[in-house]
């Protein structure tokens, strides 16, 4: 690390200037020095606030690192298929975040220590000695004084999470608030603070999450404490520090932001019920809240610099989010500033599903999405088919009041279905975003367990409500979706007539590790979690009319999911089933043409069966 003089600042002896190079002479002397590790690259930097001490972060690759999934393309402009760079899958090999600091005064490095509280592993064997717990660190954020520094520290098996103070000198760290969770410990999500938020490394835990407050001595951060996501505060300096929490209830807050005078918080909860989003704001010492957004739907709010006009991104179901702007006052009038959508679009006679629940067989209620023909004027089929929609992870939500900027073709391609005269139920399945730390991990060494039992369940209360003829039932959905109806397909199979798995995952043993390994553990040790949630061991179940859709260079679930799962079918001589394969599209679509043939393909399979 280097000193660079502003320019045209004097430099010192000989009276050079600032930069350096042919015109600028010699570059500066470094202050200090770190050398990383042959397999270490320092990936982000903090200076301290009183530029004493330089916080690394450090990625130590393994010894022997994973091998990567190349990805095939085939329609390239040389002619000759090309290799696209994939990523390890789950159980291989993975970098660990490290945490160095630099002390530029005396040119020596510590090395961050979580020994003390994070314990050791469990010996590999019997006579072996115990080896430190392996833990990532996150770059510490510094209160405004520089007297305080606080980093988040995640276990690697993903069930501990520590708030901690750094004697910079030492590395020696100390903690200060300890978060264990039996299952899996919930991302921290990042807190914004007066200017804008940072951009951190994915899948570290605890990044950007901590905030100061103004008096240097308490935090303000976002956890899931009591079973949901809510703001507390912790002072640091306290005796024996514990959280305070600021906002509490069988809901959670989605988003957050300190106020300029550091004395409120900005925030956006589920409060009213989980498919809403409204906006709040509350004091950091506690005290009730007070709602600012009164319209129902999703509400999206940015504060002005002056904290006196907020811009809301404000959606409901029917309508894709618009611009409004409104003072900074509860209940206050807002003016919509911008159209985005077409005369042709406004002019469609749009329904506006019903928000339902529906009890699943443990006797918890599924929050769901209902479409029937009547809500669009139309009728019922004769036949009383039905459709379940399953909307995909990395911890969704599709039973909202608002418009769905993940599921809005779904959410039309749903409509367009009941106008031809199928009711079509859109579940909010165990593990969906929005209900809680015990319906978040619902899953925990099972996906397709709790979950499936909640689609099927729905399938149940169409037929028992909505009068749906239980033989014609249908079921699709992309990604974790897919994987679902594949579930379905071939564990519930006379449940389901058809099927549609879009993108689908059929063997988590292919997965990547930042996702599956909190969920399932790690195939090493268990490998029973993956064979009870892998639809390839189950696919002798098959019935029904089972349509596959992947692109062939998808880089998140890798086609080749699809092509182990065909050649099983095969074996297995079962004929009810196809493939679409997209030669130039990765797991999110992009080209219209792809878009259209899927779900034409869809419609096809449901009037042929269904109907």
Same mark, same amino acid.
């Given at each position: 690390?280097?000193?660079?003089?502003?320019?045209?600042?004097?430099?010192?002896?000989?009276?050079?200037?600032?930069?350096?190079?042919?015109?600028?002479?010699?570059?500066?002397?470094?202050?200090?020095?770190?050398?990383?590790?042959?397999?270490?690259?320092?990936?982000?930097? @903090?200076?301290?606030?009183?530029?004493?001490?330089?916080?690394?972060?450090?990625?130590?690759?393994?010894?022997?690192?994973?091998?990567?999934?190349?990805?095939?393309?085939?329609?390239?402009?040389?002619?000759?298929?090309?290799?696209?760079?994939?990523?390890?899958?789950?159980?291989?090999?993975?970098?660990?975040?490290?945490?160095?600091?630099?002390?530029?005064?005396?040119?020596?490095?510590?090395?961050?220590?979580?020994?003390?509280?994070?314990?050791?592993?469990?010996?590999?064997?019997?006579?072996?000695?115990?080896?430190?717990?392996?833990?990532?660190?996150?770059?510490?954020?510094?209160?405004?004084?520089?007297?305080?520094?606080?980093?988040?520290?995640?276990?690697?098996?993903?069930?501990?999470?520590?708030?901690?103070?750094?004697?910079?000198?030492?590395?020696?760290?100390?903690?200060?608030?300890?978060?264990?969770?039996?299952?899996?410990?919930?991302?921290?999500?990042?807190?914004?603070?007066?200017?804008?938020?940072?951009?951190?490394?994915?899948?570290?835990?605890?990044?950007?999450?901590?905030?100061?407050?103004?008096?240097?001595?308490?935090?303000?951060?976002?956890?899931? @404490?009591?079973?949901?996501?809510?703001?507390?505060?912790?002072?640091?300096?306290?005796?024996?520090?514990?959280?305070?929490?600021?906002?509490?209830?069988?809901?959670?807050?989605?988003?957050?932001?300190?106020?300029?005078?550091?004395?409120?918080?900005?925030?956006?909860?589920?409060?009213?019920?989980?498919?809403?989003?409204?906006?709040?704001?509350?004091?950091?010492?506690?005290?009730?809240?007070?709602?600012?957004?009164?319209?129902?739907?999703?509400?999206?709010?940015?504060?002005?610099?002056?904290?006196?006009?907020?811009?809301?991104?404000?959606?409901?179901?029917?309508?894709?989010?618009?611009?409004?702007?409104?003072?900074?006052?509860?209940?206050?009038?807002?003016?919509?500033?911008?159209?985005?959508?077409?005369?042709?679009?406004?002019?469609?006679?749009?329904?506006?599903?019903?928000?339902?629940?529906?009890?699943?067989?443990?006797?918890?209620?599924?929050?769901?999405?209902?479409?029937?023909?009547?809500?669009?004027?139309?009728?019922?089929?004769?036949?009383?088919?039905?459709?379940?929609?399953?909307?995909?992870?990395?911890?969704?939500?599709?039973?909202?009041?608002?418009?769905?900027?993940?599921?809005?073709?779904?959410?039309?391609?749903?409509?367009?279905?009941?106008?031809?005269?199928?009711?079509?139920?859109?579940?909010?399945?165990?593990?969906?975003?929005?209900?809680?730390?015990?319906?978040?991990?619902?899953?925990?060494?099972?996906?397709?367990?709790?979950?499936?039992?909640?689609?099927?369940?729905?399938?149940?209360?169409?037929?028992?409500?909505?009068?749906?003829?239980?033989?014609?039932?249908?079921?699709?959905?992309?990604?974790?979706?897919?994987?679902?109806?594949?579930?379905?397909?071939?564990?519930?199979?006379?449940?389901?007539?058809?099927?549609?798995?879009?993108?689908?995952?059929?063997?988590?043993?292919?997965?990547?590790?930042?996702?599956?390994?909190?969920?399932?553990?790690?195939?090493?040790?268990?490998?029973?979690?993956?064979?009870?949630?892998?639809?390839?061991?189950?696919?002798?179940?098959?019935?029904?009319?089972?349509?596959?859709?992947?692109?062939?260079?998808?880089?998140?679930?890798?086609?080749?999911?699809?092509?182990?799962?065909?050649?099983?079918?095969?074996?297995? @001589?079962?004929?009810?089933?196809?493939?679409?394969?997209?030669?130039?599209?990765?797991?999110?679509?992009?080209?219209?043409?792809?878009?259209?043939?899927?779900?034409?393909?869809?419609?096809?399979?449901?009037?042929?069966?269904?109907?």
């Amino acid at each position: 690390l280097t000193d660079i003089p502003e320019p045209g600042a004097r430099a010192g002896a000989g009276g050079q200037r600032g930069g350096f190079g042919a015109a600028g002479g010699e570059p500066p002397a470094p202050i200090a020095r770190f050398e990383p590790g042959p397999r270490q690259s320092v990936v982000d930097l @903090r200076l301290s606030p009183d530029e004493r001490y330089v916080y690394m972060s450090v990625v130590e690759r393994p010894e022997i690192p994973a091998r990567d999934q190349g990805v095939p393309n085939y329609v390239t402009e040389s002619a000759y298929p090309e290799m696209i760079n994939g990523r390890p899958d789950v159980g291989d090999s993975q970098p660990i975040r490290l945490l160095a600091i630099l002390d530029l005064k005396s040119d020596k490095t510590a090395w961050a220590d979580g020994s003390a509280f994070a314990g050791t592993e469990k010996p590999a064997a019997a006579g072996e000695a115990p080896a430190p717990r392996q833990v990532d660190w996150t770059l510490p954020e510094c209160s405004d004084d520089g007297s305080r520094c606080l980093a988040a520290v995640r276990s690697r098996d993903y069930h501990d999470r520590w708030l901690v103070t750094i004697d910079p000198a030492t590395g020696k760290a100390t903690s200060l608030d300890d978060l264990h969770d039996d299952a899996w410990i919930r991302e921290m999500p990042v807190f914004t603070a007066t200017g804008g938020g940072r951009e951190f490394w994915y899948g570290v835990f605890g990044g950007g999450g901590i905030t100061w407050l103004p008096d240097n001595k308490r935090v303000i951060y976002l956890a899931e @404490r009591d079973g949901w996501l809510h703001l507390y505060t912790l002072d640091v300096t306290a005796a024996h520090p514990a959280p305070k929490a600021i906002t509490s209830g069988h809901w959670e807050v989605t988003s957050a932001r300190l106020s300029n005078d550091g004395t409120r918080v900005f925030y956006t909860s589920n409060e009213v019920r989980p498919g809403e989003r409204q906006f709040y704001t509350i004091p950091v010492d506690g005290g009730p809240a007070t709602r600012i957004t009164t319209t129902t739907g999703g509400h999206d709010v940015t504060v002005s610099p002056d904290e006196k006009t907020l811009v809301d991104l404000y959606s409901i179901i029917t309508r894709p989010p618009e611009v409004y702007v409104m003072p900074f006052a509860a209940g206050a009038k807002e003016t919509r500033v911008t159209t985005t959508t077409t005369a042709r679009f406004l002019a469609f006679k749009w329904m506006t599903p019903k928000i339902i629940t529906y009890k699943a067989r443990d006797g918890q209620l599924v929050y769901a999405r209902l479409y029937t023909p009547e809500m669009i004027g139309a009728r019922r089929d004769p036949r009383h088919p039905g459709v379940l929609f399953i909307h995909g992870a990395g911890y969704l939500q599709f039973a909202l009041d608002y418009w769905s900027e993940t599921y809005y073709r779904e959410n039309m391609f749903n409509q367009m279905l009941a106008s031809k005269g199928y009711v079509v139920l859109a579940p909010d399945y165990r593990a969906s975003s929005g209900y809680g730390r015990d319906w978040r991990t619902g899953i925990y060494h099972h996906m397709g367990g709790k979950d499936l039992d909640d689609v099927v369940d729905g399938a149940k209360f169409l037929a028992a409500t909505e009068k749906v003829d239980p033989k014609r039932i249908g079921i699709y959905g992309g990604s974790y979706g897919g994987f679902m109806t594949l579930m379905a397909m071939f564990t519930a199979p006379d449940v389901f007539a058809a099927g549609a798995a879009l993108r689908p995952v059929s063997d988590w043993l292919h997965y990547n590790n930042g996702y599956t390994a909190p969920i399932l553990g790690l195939p090493q040790t268990d490998l029973d979690a993956y064979t009870r949630s892998s639809p390839i061991y189950f696919a002798e179940g098959l019935k029904g009319q089972l349509l596959i859709c992947h692109g062939i260079v998808d880089t998140n679930v890798f086609y080749q999911d699809t092509v182990r799962l065909m050649q099983r079918l095969i074996e297995l @001589r079962k004929e009810t089933w196809s493939v679409a394969p997209y030669p130039v599209e990765n797991h999110g679509f992009t080209e219209e043409t792809s878009w259209a043939d899927e779900y034409k393909r869809i419609d096809r399979l449901f009037d042929e069966y269904l109907k």
